[in-house]
């Protein structure tokens, strides 16, 4: 029952674009048991559409919740699948996902720390809007989350591709928003290594204890080996106090391991987690 829940979302959810139609399936589909809400933020001066999954708990309806952040909200159906099935299969503690959308020329500029060539290989005419999003999330979001359910101080950031590079960099710049981290073959070799050229700096005298990431690649794009570099530079700074892991799924791509990466992210975090309280 577990994987053909999971590959009925697989098939909604894939591939991964931002059409109008998806975002159609979504609204009618994908959120029967969760919400999709609009606020309006004075941050970005435009509306954000929000893609809210909480699970059904007959035992503690009431109890705080952790909350898992993901980019690209607009493809909530595959992860809520995931993790609804192994929350009722009690793999999984309860968590809210929370998904913001990142449509059209908006996710270049969002999911970018910095400003791209004009002649960038994305075809982006926008773009270094990456700080002020996490402002966004920092200053309106999770307020908003927090008044409008009872959540825990446990926060998960979860993004891919360049959502993935958006986590990586929001833990560097700003570690102390979000406690754990996932990054599904992040876009690190954007802007000739931007991010990697930051981490190497900012490991050296920043600290990041009690902080968990977890990141991944597939068989994919050339400009992907760039995870394991990554991967390489955290283990050679081991007293930054981060902790994390690096999947590598050997026969997936850049959109199929996100079946494995999803749980597997989420796995380790708990792992973490329960470390971390004993």
């Given at each position: ?114 400003p791209l060539a004009t002649n960038n290989s994305l075809g982006a005419t926008k773009s270094v ?150």
């Amino acid at each position: 029952m577990k994987i053909q829940l999971i590959i009925l979302f697989i098939i909604i959810s894939l591939p991964f674009s931002s059409s109008s139609l998806r975002a159609q399936q979504i609204d009618s589909k994908i959120l029967k048991s969760g919400k999709i809400k609009t606020i309006h933020s004075k941050v970005l001066n435009q509306k954000r559409k929000l893609f809210i999954y909480k699970p059904q708990i007959d035992i503690f309806p009431e109890e705080p919740l952790p909350v898992l952040y993901m980019m690209d909200g607009e493809n909530i159906g595959m992860v809520a699948g995931i993790v609804d099935s192994l929350i009722n299969s009690g793999d999984f503690p309860p968590m809210i996902i929370v998904g913001i959308a990142n449509y059209k020329d908006e996710r270049t500029n969002d999911l970018t720390p910095v400003p791209l060539a004009t002649n960038n290989s994305l075809g982006a005419t926008k773009s270094v809007g990456g700080k002020l999003f996490l402002k966004f999330i920092k200053d309106e979001l999770i307020p908003f989350i927090n008044k409008e359910y009872k959540t825990t101080n446990e926060k998960i950031l979860f993004g891919h591709s360049l959502g993935g590079l958006m986590s990586i960099y929001c833990l560097l710049m700003y570690p102390e928003l979000f406690n754990d981290y996932i990054a599904v073959s992040p876009s690190l070799w954007l802007e000739d290594e931007y991010i990697i050229k930051e981490a190497e700096a900012l490991f050296k005298i920043k600290n990041y204890i009690n902080k968990n990431i977890f990141i991944s690649d597939g068989t994919e794009d050339p400009n992907f080996k760039f995870v394991a570099k990554f991967d390489s530079l955290l283990q050679k700074n081991k007293q930054s106090g981060l902790e994390h892991k690096y999947a590598t799924y050997k026969n997936e791509t850049h959109d199929s391991q996100l079946i494995k990466a999803i749980p597997d992210g989420i796995r380790f975090i708990i792992e973490k987690r329960k470390v971390a309280k004993n």
